[in-house]
């Protein structure tokens, strides 16, 4: 139902743009502009009542996000980004506030995020060998169930990174930027370039980044 009603609220406002979404699968619409979105993620917190979940919605122009917004409705966070001009959240009692990435810089101090695969999905021991590492090394380890938060939480340097693995493309495409508007860096987790819906994702504030892809090597 969500996700119909962004589809249908997004087709009156810009009829010939394409849409990608997790319950809809793809409307191609002009080739040149497509909607990316995850009305609902965070499902499983959802439906147990976890009250940690999200919309996320970015925007993409002949292959590249230009823009993205994460809501929190619990909490009444709105981050948001636009390519080129930074990375912002506003909350119900403060006007619009600039995201930055943490500026931690020694993993001891670190604070990671990560998703943890569930039954049918993953290589869950080779998982837990790389969360035994990051364990071992760092001040932390949160696994909250929301990729697309979780993201927005380390462009707003509440964590110093975030890895995951299977991510889907509406999963992360508002995040993702929103972590390098933030002054953050996106990689896979072996510091390769990042390409939506690729195998893994790793965002970190860049001090930790190399330290992070060592551990996880």
Do not use: C
């Not at 340097?157 to 992360?172: I, M, N, P």
């Amino acid at each position: 139902m969500a996700e119909k009603t962004l589809r249908a609220e997004l087709s009156r406002t810009r009829p010939e743009y394409g849409f990608l979404g997790e319950e809809g699968g793809e409307t191609k619409g002009d080739g040149r502009n497509r909607w990316i979105a995850d009305p609902l993620d965070g499902t499983t917190n959802f439906l147990h009542g976890v009250p940690h979940f999200a919309i996320s919605l970015a925007l993409e122009r002949e292959g590249e996000v230009i823009a993205g917004v994460i809501y929190n409705p619990i909490s009444d966070e709105l981050f948001w980004t636009e390519k080129g001009n930074g990375a912002y959240i506003d909350t119900p009692n403060a006007r619009s506030r600039r995201l930055r990435v943490s500026g931690r810089k020694e993993m001891n101090q670190a604070l990671i995020g990560t998703g943890i695969p569930q039954k049918g999905r993953g290589d869950h021991p080779e998982y837990l060998r790389k969360l035994e590492a990051v364990m071992g090394q760092t001040a932390g380890v949160r696994r909250w169930g929301a990729g697309a938060l979780d993201l927005a939480f380390v462009a707003a340097g509440r964590y110093d990174g975030f890895f995951e693995y299977g991510l889907a493309a509406w999963d992360v495409a508002a995040g993702a930027l929103m972590v390098r508007e933030a002054g953050g860096l996106i990689s896979d987790v072996a510091g390769n370039p990042y390409e939506l819906g690729g195998p893994s994702l790793l965002a970190t504030n860049g001090h930790l980044r190399d330290s992070l892809i060592d551990v996880l090597r």
